[in-house]
């Protein structure tokens, strides 16, 4: 993520502060750390972290520097320096909700802005949120090599973390470092961010990757992370992008401007969706994110180009007075309804395409007004029925009418009212209505004084066929799915159609893993076709059982590699024993050693057969 310029200015740089922290008047101390020689080596970084307001000590006035930290409370300590409580990133923690709250709410959890944040943010991954947030795991206390793993995936720099090599020689205990963390230990080792834990008998620096982290060591880690990232962030609106180089500039708020490149470890979101560089344009609204002095996150509103203000009607009445021109203006549709609009001294009359003045306009014309500021600029006499042209943006309601939003033929985003009588909608050459428009229709309009009363739109469908990533399920359900190496996310309908294994079936019937062939309307799903293998991949789990929940049916083992697994049950999984006899849950207990196989088609992993012993 290369990082050409970054000039925050002083006061946008001091308003975010200002908005993120507020310290208090005097630094805090705690007994049991100013008192305990054996942790003066964290002293500084827990009350840096606590005058920040990250970590908290108890109510009895200490801070339990000794005391192991939560994988939880770990989560949640990483959210905060992120900027999960802060104003700036409120917009995110929404946008974070909408797209990863159905699958944060599947674990039950107390905490989920934070969790949702994370993901967000590509800090946790589905697997991360059962190891680490589900009910089973939460409380379990953190591991040296769990730290590592997650503090390099906090830095945002995936690529390095994910290919850094670990030396074997550096680390005495490096065979007890689980394969999958080492190249996550060698990053956090590269970075400063942790070291060994001392010597061994042999004079070698071993890293204990099994050893809890304690809170004091959570605030000394969390505190070089703070220091290395020096997390940022600027406002303001796109000025220019380069799709090729990656290339964005952008005007401040406070009018300077600024640039930066992203790469394939920068997170785009518009309007909170995985996005990429060619879906950023210029007069979009764009917070970034820079951390290390990278480009960590950039996030898009799209800009609108500014809506005309028209009104339409039928003239019913003059006024000229003082030299001050007016005409009222009545509601085709409503009699009653009427508007009186000043008109400007330099207002142009355009009467059916010849230039007239305001003594040739006459009652009953049917208008079309331009208005700037107060005053109308424009009056265009039309036909009582006229067309036009555009592309489908949304319906609004405003009152008691009803807006239809496109972009017309200038390019410019407009706002016509809708028949208060029914509008005969066409859609693809199909009786439809007003529900079934998407966004980017192109749209032929009938219009009667200025007001909608027919929509002939068209739009283009495609046909992709992939693999199913995420299914998000919500007001507005929605599906990622993965096609020529590159994730796109979809809309679904109340009409999508649905079949599974060439079955009709629900939006319940499809699979994470499962291959799919998606008929795309737009940015909807018209009909969806896929197998029911889908899958993460996994069949079997095999390791000693940590904890088990017998109220949530979970069960937490620890694979020979070191790592966490859960396993889920229900009433259907048979347990057995390892010569083949009848058990039952009950005969698991913590220390028993476990063979699982099920599937993970549903995104957690359900045994179907468990063998004890």
């Given at each position: 993520?290369?990082?050409?310029?970054?000039?925050?200015?002083?006061?946008?740089?001091?308003?975010?502060?200002?908005?993120?922290?507020?310290?208090?008047?005097?630094?805090?101390?705690?007994?049991?750390?100013?008192?305990?020689?054996?942790?003066?080596?964290?002293?500084?970084?827990?009350?840096?972290?606590?005058?920040?307001?990250?970590?908290?000590?108890?109510?009895?006035?200490?801070?339990?520097?000794?005391?192991?930290?939560?994988?939880?409370?770990?989560?949640?300590?990483?959210?905060?320096?992120?900027?999960?409580?802060?104003?700036?990133?409120?917009?995110?923690?929404?946008?974070?909700?909408?797209?990863?709250?159905?699958?944060?709410?599947?674990?039950?959890?107390?905490?989920?802005?934070?969790?949702?944040?994370?993901?967000?943010?590509?800090?946790?991954?589905?697997?991360?949120?059962?190891?680490?947030?589900?009910?089973?795991?939460?409380?379990?206390?953190?591991?040296?090599?769990?730290?590592?793993?997650?503090?390099?995936?906090?830095?945002?720099?995936?690529?390095?973390?994910?290919?850094?090599?670990?030396?074997?020689?550096?680390?005495?205990?490096?065979?007890?470092?689980?394969?999958?963390?080492?190249?996550?230990?060698?990053?956090?080792?590269?970075?400063?961010?942790?070291?060994?834990?001392?010597?061994?008998?042999?004079?070698?620096?071993?890293?204990?990757?099994?050893?809890?982290?304690?809170?004091?060591?959570?605030?000394?880690?969390?505190?070089?992370?703070?220091?290395?990232?020096?997390?940022?962030?600027?406002?303001?609106?796109?000025?220019?992008?380069?799709?090729?180089?990656?290339?964005?500039?952008?005007?401040?708020?406070?009018?300077?401007?600024?640039?930066?490149?992203?790469?394939?470890?920068?997170?785009?979101?518009?309007?909170?969706?995985?996005?990429?560089?060619?879906?950023?344009?210029?007069?979009?609204?764009?917070?970034?994110?820079?951390?290390?002095?990278?480009?960590?996150?950039?996030?898009v509103i799209p800009g609108k180009k500014k809506t005309q203000d028209v009104a339409y009607g039928i003239i019913s009445q003059f006024s000229d007075s003082a030299g001050v021109q007016k005409i009222i203006v009545r509601d085709s549709e409503i009699p009653d309804s009427t508007i009186t609009y000043t008109l400007s001294g330099s207002c142009v009359y355009d009467l059916k395409g010849t230039r007239g003045t305001y003594k040739d306009l006459k009652l009953g014309d049917s208008v079309r007004l331009v208005i700037t500021g107060s005053e109308v600029t424009e009056v265009h006499v039309t036909d009582r029925e006229t067309t036009r042209k555009g592309t489908f943006i949304e319906i609004q309601s405003e009152g008691s009418a009803t807006n239809l939003i496109f972009t017309n033929e200038d390019g410019n985003e407009e706002s016509l009212k809708l028949s208060i009588?029914?509008?005969?909608?066409?859609?693809?050459?199909?009786?439809?209505?007003?529900?079934?428009?998407?966004?980017?229709?192109?749209?032929?309009?009938?219009?009667?004084?200025?007001?909608?009363?027919?929509?002939?739109?068209?739009?283009?469908?495609?046909?992709?066929?992939?693999?199913?990533?995420?299914?998000?399920?919500?007001?507005?359900?929605?599906?990622?799915?993965?096609?020529?190496?590159?994730?796109?996310?979809?809309?679904?309908?109340?009409?999508?159609?649905?079949?599974?294994?060439?079955?009709?079936?629900?939006?319940?019937?499809?699979?994470?893993?499962?291959?799919?062939?998606?008929?795309?309307?737009?940015?909807?799903?018209?009909?969806?076709?896929?197998?029911?293998?889908?899958?993460?991949?996994?069949?079997?789990?095999?390791?000693?059982?940590?904890?088990?929940?017998?109220?949530?049916?979970?069960?937490?083992?620890?694979?020979?590699?070191?790592?966490?697994?859960?396993?889920?049950?229900?009433?259907?999984?048979?347990?057995?024993?390892?010569?083949?006899?009848?058990?039952?849950?009950?005969?698991?207990?913590?220390?028993?050693?476990?063979?699982?196989?099920?599937?993970?088609?549903?995104?957690?992993?359900?045994?179907?057969?468990?063998?004890?012993?």
């Amino acid at each position: 993520m290369k990082f050409f310029k970054k000039t925050v200015s002083a006061i946008l740089c001091g308003a975010v502060i200002a908005a993120s922290f507020v310290l208090p008047a005097a630094a805090k101390t705690f007994p049991d750390v100013e008192g305990d020689a054996t942790v003066s080596w964290a002293k500084d970084a827990i009350n840096s972290m606590t005058d920040l307001g990250y970590i908290k000590g108890y109510d009895d006035g200490t801070f339990k520097p000794q005391r192991a930290i939560s994988k939880i409370e770990s989560l949640l300590l990483m959210s905060r320096i992120m900027g999960v409580d802060e104003e700036d990133y409120a917009m995110s923690v929404n946008w974070a909700n909408t797209e990863y709250g159905a699958t944060v709410k599947a674990i039950n959890t107390q905490y989920p802005n934070e969790l949702c944040y994370l993901m967000y943010l590509n800090v946790l991954s589905v697997d991360d949120l059962r190891n680490y947030a589900s009910s089973a795991n939460a409380d379990a206390s953190l591991l040296r090599w769990q730290a590592a793993y997650l503090m390099s995936k906090l830095t945002g720099n995936l690529t390095e973390a994910e290919t850094a090599s670990l030396d074997p020689a550096l680390y005495s205990d490096y065979d007890k470092i689980p394969e999958g963390a080492r190249s996550y230990v060698a990053y956090a080792n590269n970075m400063g961010l942790m070291k060994g834990m001392g010597k061994d008998d042999n004079g070698k620096d071993y890293f204990s990757p099994d050893t809890t982290l304690t809170r004091a060591q959570m605030a000394t880690l969390l505190d070089r992370v703070i220091d290395g990232m020096g997390r940022t962030n600027t406002l303001g609106v796109v000025e220019s992008i380069d799709t090729k180089t990656g290339a964005i500039t952008v005007s401040t708020t406070d009018g300077r401007s600024e640039g930066c490149e992203v790469d394939k470890d920068t997170l785009i979101k518009v309007n909170g969706a995985s996005s990429g560089v060619a879906d950023i344009r210029e007069g979009d609204d764009i917070m970034i994110t820079f951390t290390y002095d990278d480009t960590r996150l950039v996030e898009v509103i799209p800009g609108k180009k500014k809506t005309q203000d028209v009104a339409y009607g039928i003239i019913s009445q003059f006024s000229d007075s003082a030299g001050v021109q007016k005409i009222i203006v009545r509601d085709s549709e409503i009699p009653d309804s009427t508007i009186t609009y000043t008109l400007s001294g330099s207002c142009v009359y355009d009467l059916k395409g010849t230039r007239g003045t305001y003594k040739d306009l006459k009652l009953g014309d049917s208008v079309r007004l331009v208005i700037t500021g107060s005053e109308v600029t424009e009056v265009h006499v039309t036909d009582r029925e006229t067309t036009r042209k555009g592309t489908f943006i949304e319906i609004q309601s405003e009152g008691s009418a009803t807006n239809l939003i496109f972009t017309n033929e200038d390019g410019n985003e407009e706002s016509l009212k809708l028949s208060i009588n029914n509008v005969e909608v066409t859609r693809n050459g199909h009786q439809s209505n007003l529900r079934d428009l998407n966004s980017g229709d192109t749209m032929d309009l009938n219009l009667l004084d200025g007001k909608v009363t027919a929509i002939t739109a068209k739009s283009d469908t495609t046909t992709v066929v992939g693999t199913i990533k995420e299914i998000i399920l919500s007001d507005k359900p929605e599906i990622t799915l993965e096609a020529d190496g590159k994730s796109r996310s979809y809309y679904m309908s109340t009409n999508t159609a649905v079949k599974v294994n060439k079955t009709d079936g629900t939006i319940y019937d499809l699979r994470p893993g499962a291959s799919a062939s998606v008929e795309i309307d737009g940015n909807t799903i018209v009909s969806i076709e896929s197998d029911a293998s889908g899958s993460y991949g996994k069949n079997s789990i095999t390791g000693k059982v940590q904890t088990i929940n017998t109220t949530l049916k979970v069960i937490t083992v620890v694979s020979a590699t070191g790592g966490t697994e859960t396993i889920y049950y229900n009433s259907d999984t048979t347990v057995l024993t390892s010569d083949g006899k009848t058990a039952k849950i009950k005969d698991i207990t913590d220390g028993s050693n476990i063979s699982a196989t099920g599937s993970d088609s549903t995104g957690y992993f359900v045994a179907t057969i468990i063998i004890v012993g």
